[in-house]
Structures are given as structure tokens and as C-alpha cells.
């Protein structure tokens, strides 16, 4: 006993002038040279961890010790590294290895530093290959359509990409792509959003406890990542389904004659520069266009040919260099677009008159971004951005006529034009600093100028020799200045605490007017069992911009407009409680309690059904709102059958009280999307090499609408609203649509050819709404009964991808 | 053409709608009493309706009139403190069809202005209702054309509106919000082709694009109709002289071809000075919105696409009878009638 107690006093000198050392590398994909977001690192024995960061950087400071790397992560083989003596600072990058067949071991290294560990919580990464494996409408494999099966996270109406997270609005949602925010999401009124699967590396959804790098939105942060582009070998695949037709290509870029030589030789030479393009169009029109002129023509014996339709289209393109392993840049681009159209021609069959009218409506958003991201040491890495991004809708609607009388010909043309943008120029600086393994240090700053361009009506007309070009109506450009700067510690003292704090710190400046802003975070984790964590967590957050929308679809015409002298920042506040469990290293189970109040949320006024840009702060009235709820994830992550199950009870309040902004008589009154109850359930399994099958199921009790109950007739001034009656509404939202549920069924199959077993053929069936549920789109009254609409009944659909 | 494109895009994206009815499952209310009254300043009689509501799944169609009322409620009103008084129902009866019934009663003195009126109806069925009112005091304007000469009020401006000009002076009080409203005969004299003729209408819409006006919905309203009555609303806190220009627009008559309009007569005109308390106002307003009854010259595409999807937040009428539905208003007004003013020849 004393011997060991001499022995201990002796060697604590030595422990405590033990010296730390970094490790730090990439995680990259070994097929493509892809890097990693979020893999795990774990040093053993100490079994301290760390992930990778956006940009597939780690770093881990640890004693001189003997260590061994453990590299995982989801979907790839687990990577255990020959154990080495740590007496220097080391570069070690990390290659690992695609494998489907999850296993234990990579699920426990996960949860050593993700899941239970992770101090983070409202949080879920979801992978991208579980959201191509979920049974999508019309096949058509959506992002943003998985995040809503994840619990805290509602869809509004049948069909909408519109999402609710924990009582919010749809404009309460930042949703970024590789970190450049996106102002509309949605093609098709919402039926689909504009993230190109093929092109996306990671999706991370953050519900609360944001971190301080993130601000500017209330309610919820989704983070995508494109893909850099394979570097050792040319890749892509070519998608024809009933929706869409998606062609994707990525690969390296050899700038000298030898590289290119080694390639040719599959000697896998890696490029330095990448690239990853994948667009992808509706084919709709195409096919009913001519249809709809012959027939137009044909059923007027040749005078008038009508033709039209509808597309959305996208582009996402990234171009990545690798200068060294301390240096990248990389510019990326997305542009994208929905367009109706129609064209009518009137032909002259012999009356002297002909007409042309062409009408296009079109509107998308364009943003381009170029990333440069240093590594100034094993500890300090840096991430540097400038960028741009717009949302604009364009109407232009023209005609031209000419008459011929008496042999004088008259020609006239017309052309209205209606447009509207929003605008962003973005320029930000992320630095993130591991000094040690106990300390985890963020910290940059960003600038946004803002510019929005409410409608401008203009029409140029020329008729009868005389021509005008005027501006009909020009809202005033408003221009915004943004600024934000942030700072984030996580700190870890010993294995059963840690604490993450920060604070994001703004000001917002428009027409004179700043608004500053300090919005604390803190989060803290206690592990009192190795595989049960507990988890507070508090967020303040701000948000400047609304979006105008009064309807259940995505609108093209939904409107963007900055705070005001009169219209304040919306701020919020959230708490949550929350406890995440590692059943067995197979499943996690995590149940979070939140309480959320907003103030300064806007809602449009009675009666108020639409907005002008001149005038929109006349139509809204500025209020409050509460939400709590209760949310429970279990999620499985190995074995064939992998999923989830998520079901949230939750509650979401307003009130709209002040002094000549009351609605609802200043009462408190259930959100629109109130929905008390949502349950989704996702699996997939996989059979073997060749086959998946997938299922969901949705359960949500109904959305809220307004519905007056009673009716009377006025006498007094003899004054009516519909027909002889005048209806009484005494609460608005007091009527709940009937519950909504359907199942989604999936199978797909994967087959190689016998001559070119290289190239994979992929088939994909699903049915939407399997036992063709008629869930509720709308609900109205008509004379003594009560009527829905619904939009989807059972829907099967089939696509065919070609991988090369 | 604007709105059949936006038609044709909401039929692109519907792939299978489908209509059904449904049961309704929600709470079920039970009717209540209707007080539907008026008061003035300078008053003598008193008269109300009273009427009972119906779930909006029961009872009338959708289309055809049935009547309500109630005759037999017992309706009292008291004024002041003092004791309450029963109202009396009276039938208006015409060719053996009823054509109207209501409650009224006539007053040892009239109404004065500051004075606070109660009325509360009962029915063995129903809850008791009650609604109170303070008169408010009648305005007084002068009216002065805008060449400053009084009595020449108006002018037929461009063949296409009538230009109402007003003096507005001293309006002391700050215990209602003032509304003017006009209705006006014209007779519009024209030639299509070789064909004289003439046509009459009366106008009851006006328009002003004064800063007086109120364009703000936050407290008042640039405009509220009522039946084919329509008015415009001052801003708060308006007491002093000011010059108010009105425009009277009337038909064009462009229906026919080659029109040519040859002068203007205005038989008469009524001028209509209106103090409204808050309720009177706000249940004006409600009706108003809730009939979406907006004159919006300009295409506006996020007015026309959210009203395909029939989107629009509903109305909630408003109502200051506790218990029950309705309204009770107070509304006092001074009107200006001229006759046979002008005629104008362009």
C-alpha cells in the first residue's frame, strides 16, 4: 500500500507535466474523396471524441499517451487505426470505406460523441440515403418532406412543403444551403421543394437549443450540404420518373496531362479539383403542349391555337479546389425556377384580323456562393464565405393585334409586366478552436445587405401610332443592413457534464430605424448513466424579415418584407428538458419537453385575405404567441429494419390584444396548425443486395380553420354577407378539420447488367396514400352541409434511375 | 384573361380533387337571441328587432329568406336610472303579408346627447340580452363649394363624376368618429349615334383621396358600406375648418356605342353628416370587410391567387349585446338636402 502510494506521489509530477498534443485530419470517402460531415473520432483508451465539421475537418488535443483512432460513421465501415505514440502534434486523415450494413460498433462510437454524449439536443441529422429510401409523391424522393415525419416538425395542408416546428410559422424556418440562406423552398405551390437529392451531401434540422452561430429565424435552422463531387472517377445518374427527369454528373478536373494519364489507367489518382452538377425538369408540358395545339386548333377548324402548361426546373452546380491540405475553395450555384405559360393565336382566316397573346409567370431563386476555408493549424480552422441569393416572380403578359381594313393594315401590341424580388449579399467568417479537448471554442461574424423590391406594375403599349412606356405602380426599394457577430463555448470538465453556451449578437438597420439584438443560448448535458443523458437548454433568437402568406399552399406571390418603424423584430424564447437513452447500441430513444413564447408576430387582420406591397402593414396586426409540447424519437439505426418512430403532443397559442390590432376580440386563439397529436412512422428494410422495401404511416389530428356556427339575418339595416344571412363567428380557428392519415408504400431494386455489371439500374415503385385515404385539403359549408376537398387519393407512381 | 390563367394553373396542379360531404364533429351551439337597434340624438321613438340564431347546419336554406323574429320576447329599455320600460311589438302589415314586425316604443322626451340608453330582451328559451349605448352628439357641418361661395355645392367635373366640396368647421366633438355618406339624383343627358335621350340614377358611392380621410383600418376606415349606403370616415381627433373634396362618380354609359354624355343635372343631392359611436362603427366596419366588399382598381396577383384558394381569414362580425348576437348603435345625423342645383353643359 505505501509502495503504491509512493508510486503515485512520484508519477504525478510526470501526469502533471504531461504535454497535449493535436490530432486533426479529414474524414474522407474512399470511392469518391468525398469529406465527411459529423463522422465520429474517438481516441482511445481516454475515449475522447470529436466530429467532423462542415467541412470534414476534426481535431482532438489529448495527453502524450499511447492512442488509437476510432473513425466511424453512418454507412460506412467502422475504421480502426494501428495505435501510435502521441508525442507531437499529427496530421492524420482518415479514409473510410462505404458499407450499408450498419453495426454496433459504429452506433456506440456514435453515441460516444452524438445521441447521448452530444450536448446538443433538438437536434437530428438525418442521413441522405434514409431520405431516398422514403416512399415520396410521385416518386419524387423530397428533403424537406422527411424532415416533416421527424417529431416537433408539422406540415400544413395535404401535399405542402410548408413546416410548423414547435408552433412556428413557415416563414420562422432559416433554411440554408451550403450556409446561404434560401427565401422560398417550394415548386409546385409547395407540393415539392427545391433540394435535388442527388445533390446533397448532409441535411441537419436544429428545433432549439440553436447554437450561436445561427440566427435571423425563430423556430428552426435546416442545414444542407451540397456534395463536393467525386474525385477519383466520373460518376452520375440519370432519373426519369413521372414528376421529373434528374440527371446528375460529378468528378474530378485534371489540369495536367499525367493526372489525366493515371486516370486513364485507373491508377485512382485523386483530382484537386471537383466538380457535382445535378439538374432536374418537370417533362410534363412537353408532352401536353402539342396535344393541347392540335386540339385547340382542330376543335376551331384552324382559328385559334391554345397552347400552355406548367414546369419547374433546377441547377445545382459545385465546383470544389483543393490547394493543399490546409486550403479549399469552392464556388457553388443554384438556380432554379417554376414557369406557367400559355400561348394563344388567333389566326386571320380571311377576316383580316389575327391576334397573338403569350403570357409567362415565372418565379425561383438564384443564389452562388464561393467558400474559401483554411486550416491555420491542427486547432484553429476557419471558414470564409461571400455570397449572394434572390427570390424574385416575374408576370408578363403580352398582346399583339392586327386588322386589316379596306387595305389598311392597323397593328397594336401591349405588354403588362408585374415583378418582385428580395435580394440578399452576404459576407461571413467562421472560426472554430479547439485549444483543447475540454474546450470547443466558436466564434465568428457575418454582414447581410438587404434589398427589397416590392411590386412594380409596368405597361408598354403600342397602338394606333401612338406609344407610351410607363410604371404603373413601383413600390419602394427598402435597403437593410445586417450585421451579427457570435461567440460559442463547449466545454466538457469531466465525462459527466458538459456545458455549451454563447451569444449572437446583432443589429439590423432599415429607413433610419436599428434594431440591436443579444440572444443568449445555453445548453448543458448530465450523463448520470454511461448510456442515459439529460439535457436543459435555453435560446433566445431574433428574426427581422416576415413572410406575407395567407393561404395553405405555397404561393408564389407569398411576400417577403423587412420589420418596419411600425412592424417590430419577432423575437422568441425557448426552454426544453430533455432525456436521450441508448437502448443496446440499436436504438435511441430521446423524449424533449419545450416551452416556447414569441412576441411580435404578425397576422393578417379580418377580412384581410391578400396583401399590397403599398400598404401590407395596414392589413396585419402585431401579437403574441405560446407553444409547449412534448416530443418522443425512436429511432433505429442497425440491422436490416433501420427507422424511426416520432410522435409529438403539443399545443400553439396566439393572441393579438394590442390597442387596435385585436382580432378575435384581443382572446387567445388556437394557431392554425394546432395540431394536438402527430405520430409518423418510417421503416425500411432491407432484404438483401437487391432489394428495399420501405413503408410510412402519418397520423395527425386536423388542422384548425374558422367556422361560424351560428347565423342570423339582419333587420336593421337590411344588410346581408352571404345570400340572406350574416354568419357569426364568436372564435376564430374554433373548428378542427378531421384527423389526417395515409401510408406510403415503397419497393426498390437494384440490378446490374451482365455485359457492364458497372452500371447499376435502379427501379423505384411507390404508392402515395396506399388504402387512398381522403384526407382534407379544404373544408367548407355549402346550404346545410359540410364539405372537403381533397387532393391525393391512392397514387402509384414508378421511376428508373441509371447509374453510370 | 388574367384571372382564366390563374384558373388554368390551379387546374395544372390539382391532379385528382375530390368533394365530399362530411359529418361535422365539432361543438354544436345553441341559438341565441339577435338585438338589432339604433338610437339618436333628438329621438322621440325607440325601435328594435329582435330575432333568434340558427346552427348554421339547421334550419334555413342557404338562399330563400325565413324569418327569425321573435315577437314574442319581452324587449325593455331604460334610460338613465330610471326604471325600466316595456316595448311594445308592432306588425307592419301590407296586402295581408306581413312586411315587417318589430319592438318599439315612444319616449316622454328625446333622446339627448351624453345620455346612456340600456335595452335587454328575454325570452323563456333563450338568455336574457342585454346592450348599452351613450347618444352621441349630432355633428354640424357647413357646406361651401370650392370656389368659397356657399349654397353652389356642386360641380359635374369631366363628364365622368360629380366634385362634392365641403367647408368642415368646428367640429367640437371628440365622442364619436364622423362618417359622411351622400346619396344623389342625377339626370345624365346624352347622344348615341343620332339618338338623344337621358338616363337617371342615383349614386350613393363617393370617394376622396383627402388626407382627412382616414386610409388607415387601424382605428378607423377609409370606407364601410351598409346595404348600398356607402361612407367614408374621418380621421380621429379632426375638429378643425377644413376643405373636404368629394368625388361622385356615375355611370359613363359606355355600354353604348358612341357615346357622348351632353350635361348633367343633379335633381338632388343629400348630404349626410354621421357621428357613430365605436360599436356603430366597428359592426359597420365587420359587415363591410366581411362582404369583402373592396373596390381595388389595381390587379393585385396575391389578392386574385389567394382569393382562387379561397384562403382569405375569415370576418368576425362585431357585437355589444352581451349574452347574444347583434348590435346596438348609436348614431346621430345631420343631413343637408338641395335640390334642382345645377346643370352643367360640357
Known amino acids: ?804 | 384573361m388574367k384571372r382564366a390563367f390563374l384558373y388554368i394553373l390551379t387546374l395544372l396542379f390539382v391532379l385528382s380533387s375530390c368533394e365530399r360531404p362530411i359529418e361535422y364533429e365539432g361543438e354544436i351551439t345553441e341559438p341565441k337571441l339577435v338585438l338589432q337597434a339604433e338610437v339618436s340624438e333628438g329621438d322621440t321613438i325607440v325601435k328594435a328587432y329582435v330575432s333568434r340564431s340558427r346552427f348554421f347546419l339547421n334550419d334555413s336554406s342557404y338562399f330563400t329568406f325565413t324569418d327569425y323574429r321573435m315577437p314574442s320576447a319581452t324587449v325593455e329599455i331604460q334610460r338613465g336610472g330610471q326604471a325600466w320600460q316595456k316595448m311594445h311589438t308592432r306588425t307592419i302589415m301590407n296586402k295581408g303579408r306581413q312586411v315587417d314586425q318589430y319592438f318599439t316604443i315612444s319616449l316622454d322626451s328625446a333622446l339627448r346627447a351624453g345620455e346612456t340608453i340600456r335595452i335587454r330582451a328575454s325570452h323563456q328559451n333563450y338568455d336574457t340580452i342585454t346592450a348599452e349605448q351613450t347618444i352621441v352628439h349630432k355633428p354640424w357641418c357647413q357646406v361651401w363649394d370650392f370656389n368659397g361661395q356657399a349654397n353652389t355645392l356642386f360641380r359635374v367635373k369631366n363628364l365622368s363624376y360629380v366634385e362634392l366640396s365641403l367647408l368642415l368647421q368646428n367640429y367640437p366633438y371628440e365622442d364619436a368618429i364622423l362618417g359622411v355618406s351622400v346619396s344623389c339624383a342625377l339626370d345624365i343627358r346624352y347622344k348615341s349615334g343620332s339618338r338623344m335621350d337621358h338616363q337617371r340614377e342615383t349614386v350613393t358611392y363617393i370617394r376622396s383621396y383627402d388626407q382627412l380621410i382616414a386610409n388607415s383600418d387601424n382605428t378607423t376606415a377609409g370606407q364601410t358600406s351598409i346595404g348600398s349606403r356607402y361612407e367614408l370616415f374621418f380621421h380621429p381627433g379632426y375638429s378643425n375648418a377644413y376643405f373636404l373634396n368629394l368625388e361622385i362618380p356615375y355611370s359613363n354609359m359606355s355600354y353604348l356605342p358612341n357615346v357622348e354624355i351632353l350635361d348633367v343635372t343633379i335633381d338632388s343631392m343629400t348630404v349626410s353628416f354621421n357621428a357613430h359611436s365605436d360599436a356603430s362603427y366597428l359592426y359597420r366596419r365587420s359587415m363591410y370587410k366581411a362582404r369583402n366588399d373592396y373596390n381595388d382598381s389595381d390587379f393585385d396577383l396575391g389578392a386574385e391567387m389567394s382569393d382562387i384558394f379561397g384562403q382569405e381569414e375569415d370576418v368576425q362580425i362585431y357585437s355589444n349585446v352581451a349574452n347574444g348576437y347583434g348590435i346596438f348603435a348609436a348614431c346621430s345625423r345631420y343631413k343637408i338636402v338641395k335640390y334642382n342645383v345645377k346643370t352643367v353643359t360640357q
Open chain 1, 1 to 804: 500500500m505505501k509502495r503504491c502510494l509512493v508510486g503515485i506521489l512520484l508519477s504525478l509530477p510526470l501526469v502533471l507535466l504531461a504535454k497535449n498534443y493535436t490530432i486533426n485530419g479529414y474524414v474522407t470517402d474512399k470511392q469518391t474523396g468525398e469529406r465527411l460531415i459529423g463522422a465520429a473520432v474517438i481516441a482511445m483508451p481516454t475515449q475522447q471524441g470529436t466530429t467532423t465539421n462542415n467541412s470534414g475537418f476534426y481535431s482532438l488535443t489529448i495527453k502524450e499517451d499511447s492512442v488509437q483512432l476510432f473513425i466511424s460513421y453512418v454507412g460506412y465501415e467502422p475504421l480502426r487505426l494501428e495505435p501510435f505514440l502521441l508525442n507531437q502534434d499529427t496530421v492524420i486523415q482518415a479514409v473510410l470505406t462505404t458499407n450499408t450494413e450498419l453495426q454496433e460498433v459504429t452506433v456506440e462510437a456514435h453515441s460516444a460523441v452524438s445521441g447521448v454524449h452530444a450536448v446538443q439536443m433538438s437536434a437530428v441529422e438525418v442521413p441522405i440515403n434514409t431520405i431516398k429510401g422514403i416512399p415520396a409523391i410521385g416518386g419524387e424522393v423530397d428533403i424537406l418532406k422527411a424532415i416533416q415525419l421527424l417529431p416537433g416538425v408539422q406540415s400544413g395542408t395535404e401535399g405542402s412543403a410548408g413546416m410548423y416546428v414547435r408552433g412556428g410559422g413557415p416563414d420562422e424556418n432559416l433554411i440554408m444551403l451550403d450556409g446561404v440562406p434560401l427565401y422560398s423552398v417550394n415548386h409546385m405551390l409547395g407540393f415539392f421543394s427545391v433540394f435535388n437529392a442527388d445533390a446533397v451531401k448532409n441535411v441537419t434540422l436544429y428545433k432549439g437549443n440553436f447554437p450561436a452561430r445561427y440566427g435571423g429565424r425563430l423556430s428552426s435552422i435546416i442545414d444542407v450540404r451540397q456534395k463536393d463531387g467525386d474525385a477519383y472517377g466520373y460518376h452520375g445518374n440519370l432519373t426519369v420518373g413521372l414528376i421529373s427527369t434528374k440527371l446528375s454528373v460529378e468528378g474530378p478536373i485534371y489540369w495536367n496531362k499525367k493526372d489525366w494519364q493515371s486516370y486513364k489507367n485507373n491508377e485512382g489518382i485523386k483530382g484537386q479539383t471537383t466538380f457535382n452538377i445535378s439538374a432536374r425538369r418537370t417533362l410534363y408540358d412537353l408532352f401536353m403542349a402539342p396535344i393541347a395545339a392540335a386540339v385547340t386548333a382542330s376543335e376551331s377548324n384552324g382559328q385559334e391555337t391554345t397552347t400552355g402548361g406548367y414546369y419547374f426546373y433546377d441547377l445545382n452546380a459545385k465546383l470544389t479546389h483543393i490547394f493543399s491540405e490546409n486550403d479549399k475553395l469552392s464556388g457553388s450555384l443554384y438556380w432554379g425556377d417554376d414557369v406557367v405559360y400559355a400561348r394563344i393565336r388567333e389566326n386571320d382566316l380571311g377576316n383580316g384580323y389575327s391576334a397573338r397573346m403569350k403570357m409567362r409567370y415565372n418565379w425561383g431563386n438564384l443564389f452562388g456562393a464561393v467558400n474559401y476555408e483554411h486550416r491555420f493549424n491542427g486547432r484553429i480552422y476557419n471558414t470564409t464565405q461571400v455570397s449572394f441569393t434572390r427570390y424574385k416572380y416575374n408576370l408578363s403578359v403580352g398582346m399583339n393585334e392586327s386588322e386589316t381594313a379596306e387595305s389598311k393594315t392597323t397593328e397594336s401590341e401591349m405588354t403588362m409586366r408585374y415583378n418582385s424580388y428580395i435580394m440578399d449579399l452576404l459576407a461571413q467568417t467562421n472560426f472554430e478552436w479547439r485549444p483543447t479537448n475540454k474546450h470547443e471554442i466558436h466564434f465568428g461574424a457575418n454582414y447581410t445587405y438587404h434589398m427589397f423590391r416590392p411590386q412594380v406594375q409596368s405597361l408598354s403599349a403600342n397602338m394606333d401610332a401612338l406609344s407610351y412606356d410607363t410604371t404603373l405602380v413601383a413600390g419602394q426599394m427598402l435597403r437593410a443592413h445586417e450585421a451579427n457577430i457570435y461567440f460559442e463555448h463547449t466545454y466538457t470538465p469531466c465525462k459527466w457534464y458538459r456545458l455549451n453556451y454563447g451569444l449572437h449578437a446583432g443589429l439590423y438597420h432599415i429607413n433610419g430605424k436599428t434594431y440591436p439584438s443579444l440572444e443568449p443560448r445555453v445548453g448543458m448535458r448530465f450523463l448520470p448513466y454511461k448510456d442515459l443523458a439529460l439535457k436543459l437548454s435555453y435560446a433566445y433568437m431574433s428574426q427581422y424579415v416576415h413572410m406575407l402568406s395567407n393561404s395553405s399552399v405555397s404561393l408564389p406571390t407569398d411576400l417577403w418584407v423587412p420589420v418596419t418603424k411600425n412592424i417590430p423584430p419577432m423575437r422568441a424564447m425557448q426552454a426544453a428538458v430533455g432525456i436521450t437513452y441508448n437502448i443496446c447500441n440499436q436504438v435511441e430513444l430521446s423524449v424533449e419537453g419545450y416551452y416556447k413564447r414569441m412576441v411580435n408576430l404578425i397576422e393578417y387582420k379580418d377580412g384581410a385575405s391578400y396583401l399590397s406591397a403599398r400598404n401590407w402593414e395596414e392589413l396585419v396586426s402585431v401579437g403574441d404567441g405560446w407553444s409547449y409540447g412534448v416530443e418522443m424519437l425512436l429511432q433505429r439505426k442497425v440491422g436490416p429494419v433501420t427507422g424511426w418512430i416520432g410522435y409529438t403532443w403539443s399545443r400553439t397559442m396566439r393572441q393579438f390584444n394590442r390597442e387596435g390590432q385585436e382580432i378575435n376580440f384581443g382572446k387567445p386563439f388556437h394557431a392554425k396548425y394546432d395540431r394536438e397529436h402527430d405520430l409518423s412512422v418510417t421503416l425500411q428494410y432491407q432484404i438483401n443486395k437487391k432489394w428495399e422495401i420501405a413503408a410510412t404511416f402519418i397520423y395527425g389530428t386536423g388542422t384548425r380553420g374558422t367556422l361560424a356556427l351560428q347565423r342570423t339575418t339582419d333587420y336593421l339595416f337590411n344588410d346581408q354577407v352571404n345570400g340572406t344571412e350574416v354568419p357569426i363567428i364568436e372564435e376564430r380557428n374554433n373548428y378542427k378539420m378531421p384527423d389526417y392519415h395515409r401510408l406510403d408504400l415503397g419497393a426498390t431494386c437494384h440490378l446490374h447488367g451482365k455485359k457492364h455489371p458497372e452500371f447499376e439500374h435502379v427501379v423505384n415503385m411507390s404508392v402515395y396514400n396506399a388504402y387512398c385515404n381522403f384526407n382534407p385539403f379544404l373544408v367548407y359549408v355549402s346550404g346545410h352541409n359540410l364539405y372537403k376537398l381533397s387532393l391525393f387519393p391512392i397514387i402509384p407512381s414508378v421511376s428508373y434511375t441509371f447509374k453510370f
